[in-house]
């Protein structure tokens, strides 16, 4: 029997610029890999604010226009601090930035990066979360 997956909130931020979307992406603390910012569920925030929060925390979004549904979600498993994997489905709001900080809470802690949807697709490990890029 296959425990339930947890709960996370995920941002997929993106602009408009004259070559068309782009896609937010920040590296992972822990392996470096390309992901987008998440989290768990806040109890005084909604999940689409809680996932800006991420945002905010993670890759320096300042202000965005989130989404009130989620537009997909995807499956991964989250290696906790202690070695155990947490089988986890990320419920994914679209975020539209508006303002960017250089100094946020994880600057120095992470990576991130502006991509069209095809280049980020290729560079996050879920076929859930790819395909939910390329549908940009």
């Known amino acids: 029997a296959t425990s339930p997956r947890r709960p996370q909130v995920a941002a ?22 390309w992901i987008v910012p998440k989290g768990w569920p806040m109890t005084h925030l909604e999940d689409p604010q809680a996932a800006l929060q991420e945002a905010w925390e993670e890759a320096g979004v300042k202000r965005a226009d989130v989404s009130r549904a989620a537009i997909g979600a995807f499956n991964y498993d989250k290696l906790s601090d202690d070695g155990v994997t947490i089988p986890v489905r990320a419920q994914v709001y679209a975020a539209k930035v508006k303002k960017l900080e250089d100094i946020y809470p994880e600057h120095q802690e992470r ?17 859930q979360l790819q395909a939910l890029l390329r549908g940009l």
């Open 12 to 33: 997929l931020c993106y602009r408009l610029t004259d070559e068309g979307k782009q896609v937010l992406l920040v590296t992972s603390r822990g392996t470096g890999r």
């Open 111 to 127: 990576i991130r990066r502006w991509f069209t949807p095809d280049e980020a697709a290729s560079r996050v490990a879920e076929p």
